[in-house]
């Protein structure tokens, strides 16, 4: 989302409120400065003699580099781009340096793009390219500085280099190591010099991850790898049905478990402890739980999508017009109106959840892995009712988050269950209650209108009806009716079109919880647009690559993403079948988390409706790249997301429960079914985009296309239904 | 009380004979980088090896493993295909999150001590079994074939 959609988003009173709201390069950004350390305010536990220029370095006499991590690792490989954008400004190697995640602490850590300690919404690197940068170079300069002190020369004539400073007429050098104790009473200074990027030696490279070797031996610990002394094992059930609570609990056949110690029963779930995981899972087994459904036991999927349609007729709060789309839409001639619809899903990270508790009598600790470990932090002390600062949150790896750990829900529950117990207690969610608990991507439904001209789009509506996840989790981001993010990659679609219009309705789902998701608003909203803007091309008769490129001239960067991709995946060549199916090859663009992109994807439909994705190419232009492997491993692992939501993602809701609960029913792709996947990065010098969720939101459009480049059959649901594309079914599309 | 081989040692834990065996390494002897993903044998997590051969820890009795040798991505380094794999993860910079991975790790290294040279219907046939969340198979294919042609 670009800095004038968001300035215009904003009401006034709220814009004052949000000191300093500017963006850059696609991020809301709040004020944001360079956090200090001051004395007695340690961030982490550290001896003495350490050279602590701000919050997010540390330099010991032994020569170590700590790194503090403001964003969480949870796969996306945040910890070796923070790393090397802090080791390139303050001239060290990446061998030199620890990372650390960084403790609980809004005012050091804060995300300046949420203004709170969150990592999502593909931004680690956009939100702390600049104060990162600049936290390493303050540093420098104090380094430097130190050591043309104890030489008493000019600091202009010394630089930096590899953990040293260099006197340049005399090539003489000190290591940082013995300047830590000569830093005292110099002062950082006011704007510190960034290097050029010209003369980068880190920031480009695709340099090994730091976190990936211990993820080789089973050394990383993960959240549900904790363990401590005397430390109790539980699991938990909650009601099946959404917003229903515990009736009565038999307990008597669990309470005779071997290695169960104690049930405990709350409103809305119950939780088994016992010596270990498999114990504490028997003894919940064997539980005989009367629950009391409450008033959502009638909620089904067919409820919540009638709910969905009626909303989506109503007329939406305008997120943004340009020119008169009534009037253009209204004109007769080719005018062409299309829905398309998403589904609930899970997240499904591969570590189940889980969190591990102790709580005594004046205190609490939490081990996590979280994305928000500020949020951890808090939520525990509202549990407890201990003032904040006497909960320490410590956080641990993520097996995959995918916005789920955004959430608190499990922390809540970990920390009731915690209070019962005596001593630490490590409560892991089962598989199925992971998949039937979770805080789902919402349902979304997306109404385009649009007439052509000569070939070109000249009315554009767009009406996306959907739960704002924003208003619950970050009301900032919910202005005016409109969730900021529900409309991203909507308000900002990168078509010349001279009259559009982008309402928004905001519909709750009944009794479902709803949250972010990897992809988060473009998700649903390039799935919509591509896949329509397909129809389109169809309808004005065009090839879909040239239809798109006649309306990019105002966003030469997708152009060029476009033109790039195209050449690479051989558009317009035939495709042979390799299993007797139909081929066909489809293109989606998007600019979205500030990175252009361009994918096309090759399919294989057979008689049975079964779609195999054969190939996958997909250019992308994300500025200045930081590590090279890791934006090519982000597109291929996203895109591999965004295949399996389109081929199988679907939550579906009977007598107000999820009817799936496990890999069985809930499908992943597999490695028999991963295409060939070819990524094209583009040399460019604009500041970097988001790359984590974009080959998520890419997948699902270009494999639709692909489909009704393969059969005719405009799809206008997902995930894909192979009624429709084996001709069990009638197609919804109209075309 | 049950006495098991992991890794070249002995261990003797108090556990019921149907206790599956992830439960006892994780929660019993404390070897945590064998993983629970589902529970049901769906997702490879969990994967070990009995005798060289691949198993689902989840499903399997620690009862029925008898005088089995178990090796858990904690020991497979220590043979040549398990170092190879190990290797070849971090040349190709197979990983994400990672929590997967050790299950991909043991799956990849009992299809190399089989096959020392898979092709790709081999690696179908053995990986499919284990589900990455990240999608890192792209890389889990080529790093099985960059591992099949290392020197021991």
Not at chain 1, 174 to 188: D, E, H, M, Q, W
Not at chain 2, 47 to 66: K, M, Q, W
């Amino acid at each position: 989302m670009n800095a004038e959609v968001i300035d215009q988003l904003l009401d006034p009173a709220r814009r004052t409120a949000i000191k300093g709201v500017a963006a850059v390069s696609g991020v809301l950004l709040f004020g944001f400065h360079i956090p200090t350390v001051r004395a007695g305010q340690k961030a982490t536990g550290s001896p003495p003699l350490q050279f602590e220029p701000n919050a997010f370095i540390r330099m010991d006499q032994l020569g170590t580099v700590k790194l503090i991590m403001p964003q969480t690792e949870m796969g996306q490989g945040v910890y070796t781009s923070i790393a090397m954008i802090l080791a390139e400004e303050l001239d060290v190697s990446l061998d030199q340096v620890q990372v650390e995640a960084a403790p609980p602490n809004e005012k050091l850590y804060a995300n300046p793009a949420f203004g709170i300690q969150a990592t999502g919404n593909s931004n680690s690197i956009r939100a702390f390219w600049m104060p990162l940068r600049k936290a390493g170079a303050s540093a420098r300069a104090i380094l430097i500085a130190a050591a043309a002190k104890k030489w008493n020369v000019d600091p202009a004539v010394c630089q930096a280099d590899r953990g040293e400073v260099v006197h340049a007429p005399t090539g003489r050098r000190i290591a940082y190591r013995l300047l830590v104790g000569s830093t005292g009473g110099i002062a950082p200074p006011r704007e510190p010099a960034l290097k050029s990027v010209d003369a980068f030696k880190l920031i480009g490279q695709p340099l090994k991850r730091l976190d990936t070797p211990d993820k080789t031996n089973g050394k990383a610990t993960y959240g549900i790898d904790m363990m401590l002394p005397n430390m109790k094992f539980a699991t938990v059930a909650a009601c099946p049905v959404f917003g229903g609570a515990v009736g009565t609990v038999d307990q008597g056949a669990a309470l005779i478990v071997f290695g169960v110690r104690q049930v405990i029963v709350l409103d809305d779930f119950v939780a088994v402890v016992a010596d270990n995981m498999w114990a504490a899972k028997e003894g919940l087994d064997a539980l005989r739980i009367a629950w009391q459904p409450g008033p959502n036991a009638k909620i089904d999927t067919r409820e919540v999508w009638r709910q969905t349609r009626a909303a989506s007729e109503r007329d939406g709060v305008v997120a943004k017009a340009v020119g008169n789309a009534s009037q253009a839409l209204s004109q007769g001639g080719d005018r062409f109106d299309a829905d398309y619809e998403l589904p609930f899903l899970a997240h499904a990270t591969m570590e189940p959840l889980n969190c591990t508790v102790e709580v005594k009598q004046d205190s609490c600790e939490v081990w996590v892995g979280t994305q928000v470990i500020s949020r951890a932090q808090a939520i525990a002390a509202q549990v407890t009712g201990l003032p904040r600062e006497k909960v320490i949150a410590h956080n641990l790896l993520m097996g995959g988050g995918f916005g789920r750990r955004l959430e608190v829900d499990h922390i809540e529950k970990a920390v009731r269950v915690a209070q019962k117990v005596n001593g630490p207690v490590k409560v892991v969610w089962t598989r199925e209650e992971d998949i039937q608990h979770d805080i789902y991507r919402p349902v979304y439904l997306d109404k385009l209108s649009a007439r052509l001209k000569d070939g070109k789009i000249v009315g554009w509506r767009h009406r996306i009806t959907g739960s704002s996840v924003m208003a619950r989790w970050f009301p900032p981001g919910f202005q005016k009716g409109i969730d900021i993010d529900a409309v991203d990659s909507a308000i900002d679609v990168p078509y010349d079109i001279p009259n559009l219009q982008i309402e928004y309705v905001r519909n709750e789902p009944p009794a479902v919880p709803t949250g972010f998701w990897r992809g988060v608003g473009p998700n649903n909203n390039v799935f919509a647009v591509e896949s329509f803007v397909d129809e389109l091309a169809k309808k004005a008769g065009q090839d879909p690559v040239a239809f798109r490129r006649a309306h990019l001239d105002k966003t030469p960067r997708l152009k060029a993403a476009l033109d790039l991709v195209a050449s690479k995946s051989d558009w317009g060549k035939p495709i042979p079948a390799r299993f007797g199916g139909r081929t066909g090859r489809g293109v989606e663009v998007q600019v979205a988390f500030a990175s252009y992109i361009a994918t096309v994807a090759e399919v294989e439909v057979d008689k049975n409706g079964e779609v195999r994705v054969t190939r996958v190419v997909l250019a992308i232009d994300t500025g200045i790249v930081v590590n090279p492997d890791t934006v090519i491993a982000q597109m291929q692992g996203g895109l591999i997301f965004g295949i399996t939501a389109a081929l199988y993602g679907e939550i579906t809701i009977e007598n107000g429960r999820v009817q799936q609960s496990n890999f069985h029913d809930y499908r992943m792709l597999r490695m028999d079914q991963t295409p060939d996947i070819q990524i094209h990065i583009i040399k460019s010098a604009e500041s970097p985009g988001g790359i984590g969720e974009t080959g998520t939101t890419a997948a699902p459009p270009a494999l639709r296309n692909a489909i009704f480049a393969a059969t005719g059959i405009a799809l206008r649901r997902l995930p894909i239904d192979r009624d429709v594309l084996a001709g069990r079914k009638p197609s919804l599309a109209h075309t | 009380m049950v006495t098991l081989k992991i890794n070249g040692q002995e261990s003797s834990v108090e556990a019921p004979e149907q206790m599956p065996l992830l439960w006892v390494l994780r929660d019993l002897i404390g070897l945590t980088g064998t993983k629970f993903g589902c529970g049901i044998g769906q997702c490879g997590a969990c994967t070990v090896h009995l005798d060289g051969n691949p198993v689902r820890s989840c499903l399997l009795p620690v009862g029925a493993v008898g005088n089995r040798a178990i090796t858990t991505v904690e020991g497979v380094g220590a043979t040549p295909a398990g170092a190879k794999i190990q290797k070849a993860w971090l040349d190709l910079e197979v990983i994400q999150c990672g929590y997967c991975q050790s299950g991909q790790i043991m799956s990849a290294t009992a299809l190399l001590n089989a096959t020392p040279q898979p092709t790709d219907a081999d690696i179908n046939a053995a990986m499919s079994g284990n589900i990455c969340r990240c999608g890192t198979y792209v890389r889990i294919r080529e790093a099985i074939k960059h591992a099949s042609k290392a020197q021991p």
